[in-house]
């Protein structure tokens, strides 16, 4: 059984996608650096250009160093998910039927 990040104690089922949403991302990178060199104090908008790309940069560094995954992979490992979730509940069901079968003789 999974369990869920948020809680200390083991959901009573599994996590379904409607239990563990993932955050969908309203803004790109580069719309973030360019809303970072915007609050910028005005004084120092001269430099806004060199500003937005060293930004940018920081901001790509620092998200390559966490070791994130991309939609179209995260999207994949769910699907592989799903699909193992259905045959191992296929295999429960199984077992229990072979179980009742020797239970009966």
């Known amino acids: 059984m999974l369990h869920h990040p948020d809680t200390d104690t083991p959901p009573t ?7 563990t949403p993932m955050i969908q991302p309203s803004i790109t990178l580069n719309e973030l650096a360019k809303r970072l060199t915007e609050a910028v104090p005005g004084d120092l908008q001269l430099l806004r250009g060199d500003m937005e790309k060293t930004f940018h940069a920081m901001l ?11 939609r179209e992979e995260f999207e994949v490992q769910r699907s592989v998910l799903a699909r193992t979730r259905e045959q191992i509940e296929a295999l429960e069901a199984r077992v229990t039927e072979l179980e009742q079968q020797i239970l009966k003789g």
């Open 13 to 19: 089922r599994p996590l379904t996608d409607t239990d």
């Open 60 to 70: 790509q560094a620092s998200f390559s160093r966490m070791n994130l995954v991309s």
